[in-house]
């Protein structure tokens, strides 16, 4: 029997300092370090144009992160969008940890299943109140709400209409605006 060997985040950063992984994309998830799938220009599209947008929406209200990292227990994902609590300060010595963060947005091209599956038991796990997924193919927005265990209690298929955070429940986020070709 294999038994693979599981690192914690403590050990994940040292990794990181000795430069093993430079010129290498990767994130720790589960104890495990997993090498990210590149970027397909839609993607890096749409995720900048959605942080722009989201910046604009919630100006000093939330700190909104592009693909850096988020400390979990024995994880650290860098998710597309991190909406975290202000200010951004806070995060010059660490990441933001599950209480920080308002809402994780992944965008999916080509990790549809990966961000529904292990990243979606991650951060419900972690305590993460609110996760979406942006299914590119399909044009729709996964909302996860409610995390219970290693799963939320809520899921909603958002093809159109407009998103309200539930941190931020008077602004609305339009769904089209992640798949605006501006």
Do not use: C
Not at 21 to 43: A, D, K, T
Not at 167 to 172: G, K, L, N, T, Y
Request: charged share 25%.
């Amino acid at each position: 029997m294999k038994t693979l060997l599981k690192w914690t985040v403590k050990e994940y950063h040292h990794l990181i300092n000795t430069g093993i992984f430079v010129n290498r994309h990767v994130e720790l998830l589960h104890g495990e370090i997993v090498e990210m799938s590149p970027e397909s220009p839609i993607h890096t599209q749409i995720t900048e144009t959605s942080v722009e947008h989201l910046r604009s929406l919630l100006k000093d209200l939330a700190y909104v992160r592009e693909a850096h990292p988020i400390t979990l227990s024995n994880s650290e994902p860098q998710p597309d969008i991190a909406i975290a609590r202000p200010p951004r300060n806070n995060y010059y010595q660490r990441h933001p940890y599950p209480e920080d963060i308002f809402l994780l947005i992944e965008i999916a091209n080509t990790t549809l299943g990966y961000d529904l599956g292990e990243k979606k038991q991650a951060y419900a796990k972690a305590g993460i109140l609110e996760y979406w997924v942006v299914d590119v193919e399909n044009r729709q927005i996964y909302v996860f709400r409610h995390p219970q265990a290693d799963n939320y209690e809520s899921e909603v298929i958002f093809r159109q209409g407009k998103i309200n955070p539930l941190a931020f429940p008077d602004i609305s986020v339009s769904v089209s605006s992640f798949f605006a070709e501006n």
